[in-house]
C-alpha cells in the first residue's frame, strides 16, 4: 500500500528590518538595523511562533542588517538568543554571501540546496531579488511594489526544495511587523 499524503513545504521569504541610512564612506555591508528594524524583527519571529511557522532551515545574507533581522526575528520566535534559551529544536542556519545583491533565481538556487528533510525555510534577503522570488513563485499573488522592510510572505508548495520553479508555490500569508 503507497501512502497517499502529500508532503507540504513551506518557504517564508522575509525581506530586512528597516536598516540605518549608511554614513559616507560606510559599507553598504555594515548598516546596522535601526531601531524600529529591531522592534519589527523580533514582531515577525514572535509571529512566525503564534503561526507555527518555526523553520528548520534559514538561509540568510551575511550582511549585518539581515544578520540582525533574523537575530531579532529568532528572539522574538523564543525570547531568547539563537544560540540557546529553551530547548527544543533548533533551525540550522545558513548565512551565504551569495544572497546580498542577488537576482531572483541565485536565491531560488539556494533554497533548492535545503536539506531534503526540511519542511519549511525561511529565506532573509534584499530587495529587489526577494520581492522577485516571492513574485516567479506566485506570479498572481505578489504585491506589484514588493515586499516592505520586515514583510513576511508565506509559500507553500507540495514540490521538493530541488524542484521548487515559476509559479510553483502559492502565497498562503502575509504579514508586516508594523501593520
Known sequence: MTDSRVETRTLVLLRHAKAEAGAEGTDDNDRPLSARGEADAAAAGAWLARHDLLPDVVICSTTRRTRQTWHGVAMGM?????????????????????????HPEDLLALVRTADP??????????NPGVSLL??????????????RTAELVVHRSTLAWPDLGGAGA?????HTARD
Not at 528533510?117 to 534584499?126: D, E, F, G, Q, T
Open 78 to 102: 523564543t525570547g531568547a538568543p539563537p544560540e540557546g534559551g529553551p530547548t527544543g529544536p533548533r533551525p540550522t542556519v545558513r548565512y551565504e554571501p551569495g544572497a546580498y545583491d542577488a
Open 117 to 126: 528533510s526540511a519542511r519549511s525555510v525561511l529565506l532573509v534577503a534584499h
Open 134 to 147: 516571492s513574485a516567479f513563485l506566485d506570479p498572481g499573488g505578489a504585491a506589484d511594489e514588493g515586499l
Open 170 to 174: 502559492p502565497i498562503v500569508e502575509r
